[in-house]
């Protein structure tokens, strides 16, 4: 969902483009063999793919374009014959048929660089609205730093005339419902078998209607994807539709608000039941997006933090550059539970060259090893109540031990059972009972290293009478004494 310009900003490369064709047969779309399309390097048959999208078919849509940091060029070719097993040749874009189930007839597009690592990781590039698998491929600089690290790129291509992703129907924004995100986990799948690729570092990025895709993806799919990247894009199920329509203009408008647990909720609706970790995600939005509007950002930002289940306040704010503001919630390493990238004066339009390597960075794949986990120990808690027949008090006092001034604070700790504040001081607090958040007042904000703030809160209690167990300082674990 980008205006219409040029693509530049990055170097452009000749590789070639490869489709791998079914020679059909009975039995499943997995077993039917394919044939591979290649064109050598060289001046033989170097004819230039016009990446052209389609009409969209709504006016909102007609707006958008292509990202403006190129990369390379694909080129077609000739074939050769192959199996259902063949990888695909290296350093070049090929396109995969046949890949598992689709429901929505997505093209799927692969490239695998010449020095590949063994059990990879996949990076999943989600185009634009009338953009394409092959448009991003050459307008951005992912299969570039693909040859850097070693990892896959996939890129899905829509085949819809709006050339849109499904971020709306009811099918999308559940896992296995169908539509495109279950043919873009189809195509995750068949990358990890065919690779070996390593099913801990699977990761989704992309921009306007692939960065909705991206929001979509990480929700439907937790147990998939360990981190996101999402540029202008919006909440996951803010453009959620019944009627059909892939567009949604509350949405686009900034005019859907909700508190971070409804927003949650949502994302957790999705995999009913499930427990286990969920992705990282980075965020980046132009304060001049008339698309979909800046609003989107702060939504996000409150939708990601409450499924991380860290404040949000951030936990570090800087300007990596002039005109950017970049906050990270839970942590402030490199990879936070949640970053956000905000451009001053910036429209839709935002992708600029260099960006793509910041996404490599969150997603750690510009380092060996896993990401650092946010540390415990980088506060320090103590806490004591007094209590009567009904009521009681509780003064809890909240050491920075880190090396970092804190600037805005939320301290997280849960009630016991039948407790509910009713009054508090040095803070607010929200909600009265079950998971509260501290937030600091306006003039305790600020917390330098060794340096400590006293809060407390009177509560009514059906019986248990202590303080809680546990607590977080913003998003990072507290040692509690």
Known sequence: MLRGQAARGGVSQRHVLITIDPQPRSGRDEDVSPSIRTTPRGPRRSVLIALVGALASLLAVMLLGAPTASARTAVSGTAVSG?????????????????????????????????????????????????????????????????????????????????????SSPQALRRGGGSDPVGIKSMVDWTVRTYGADTSRVFATGTSSGAMMTNVLLGDYPDVFAAGSAFAGVPFACFATTNGSEWNSDCANGAITRTP???????????????????????????????????????????????????????????????????????????????????????????????????ITFFGLDAGGPGPQPQPGACRVSATTSAWSTGLTTSVTVTNTGTSTLNGWQLGFTLPSGQAITGGWGATYSPASGAVTATNAAYNGTLAPGASVTIGYQAHHTGATGAPGAFMLNGQVCTTV
């Not at 990888?87 to 429901?103: D, R, S």
């Open 83 to 167: 199996t259902a097993t063949t990888k695909a040749p290296t350093a070049a874009l090929t396109e995969i048929k046949n890949f598992g189930t689709n429901p929505s007839n997505l093209q799927m597009y692969l490239y695998v660089p010449n020095n590949v690592a063994p059990n990879p990781a996949v990076v999943v590039v989600v185009h634009y609205c009338t953009g394409s698998g092959p448009a991003m491929y050459s307008g951005t600089e992912f299969a570039s730093l693909a040859d850097r690290y070693g990892f896959i790129a996939v890129y899905p291509s829509v085949t819809r005339a709006s050339k849109c992703f499904d971020v």
């Open 261 to 359: 647990q409804q927003w949650g909720d949502l994302v957790r609706g999705a995999y009913p039941g499930y427990s286990g970790p969920r992705p990282r995600m980075q965020l980046w939005h132009g304060t001049q997006d008339d698309v979909l509007r800046y609003p989107n950002f702060g939504e996000e930002i409150k939708q990601w933090t409450n499924v991380q289940g860290v404040g949000q306040t951030p936990a570090r704010t800087d300007s990596p550059q002039s005109g950017w503001t970049r906050t990270r919630y839970g942590s402030t390493g490199d990879r936070a539970p949640v970053e956000a990238i905000s451009l001053q004066g910036v429209d839709h339009n935002l992708v600029t060259s260099g960006m793509a390597a910041r996404v």
